[in-house]
């Protein structure tokens, strides 16, 4: 049975290809709607060891977009829903939850471990920009989610490094605070070259209104970043 968890991506791979990704560790910085069906892709895919980040709880509001939030795990932590659901899926995973916020001041212990591939899926810019320019200095394979709120056409999201996109309102603020480090290219990112569509829905009176997000717009962001990653961990592109 435990040999059979994993035959159709086997037939893909290769034995020396699951090796690979059992031999594997992954870490992921924000568990919402990217990063939920990112970790969801990893874990089937047969990643073996997975670092889960993130310091918020599932809210209500998460459902319509993020694989962990239902009515019973609302108000509960998203990495520790997240770590029972990788071990569901594959109990032979090694899951390590930090129930903490990446920032400046918390780089160094939670990038300390010998990372193989790390996925941005934080929403705070100073924090983004800060794990982006950490992950470069050190070496470490990163690919970044840019902007999938606001958004709805699911045939635009493209992968590219980050000195090349377009039409992405976060890719453009991104690429200019990278600018400033010295860093032109070398990160890879998942964007949307969708035109940023107005909010139609927003409260008159908030100061700051939230972003909407569809149900399948993040989730795909998600998927194609494991879809980076997996083929990457096998040795089948650079």
């Known amino acids: 049975m435990e040999n059979d968890r994993f035959d159709r991506m086997q037939r893909l791979a290769g034995l020396t290809g699951m090796q690979r990704l059992k031999n594997s560790s992954v870490a992921v910085f924000g568990i919402g709607g ?31 977009r993020q694989i962990h939030a239902l009515e019973e795990t609302v108000g509960q932590s998203k990495v520790a829903v997240m770590a029972q659901r990788c071990r569901a899926i594959n109990p032979q995973i090694e899951v390590v939850i930090l129930h903490q916020a990446y920032r400046a001041n918390t780089s160094a212990e939670l990038l300390s471990d010998q990372f193989d591939y790390v996925l941005d899926c934080i929403d705070n810019i100073t924090d983004k920009i ?20 606001n958004k709805l056409d699911p045939t635009l999201v493209e992968t ?7 039409k992405c309102r976060l890719a453009r603020t991104i690429r200019k605070e990278l600018r400033k480090h010295g860093i032109e ?14 909010l139609t829905g927003a409260d ?31 040795g089948d592109i650079k």
């Open 185 to 198: 290219q070398g990160i890879k990112v998942v964007y949307s070259t969708e035109e940023f569509r107005p």
């Open 34 to 64: 990217v990063g939920g069906y990112a970790v969801e892709a990893l874990v089937r895919g047969g990643v073996g060891k997975l670092t889960l980040v993130d310091p918020d709880n599932i809210c209500v509001t998460n459902i319509n």
């Open 160 to 166: 590219a490094d980050i000195s090349v996109t377009k």
């Open 130 to 149: 800060h794990l982006l320019q950490s992950c470069y200095e050190r070496g470490l394979p990163i690919i970044s989610s840019m902007g999938a709120a």
């Open 204 to 234: 008159a009176g908030e100061r700051k209104p939230v972003l909407g997000s569809s149900s399948y717009l993040p989730p795909l962001f998600g998927l194609t970043m494991a879809g980076m990653v997996i083929p990457y961990l096998i």
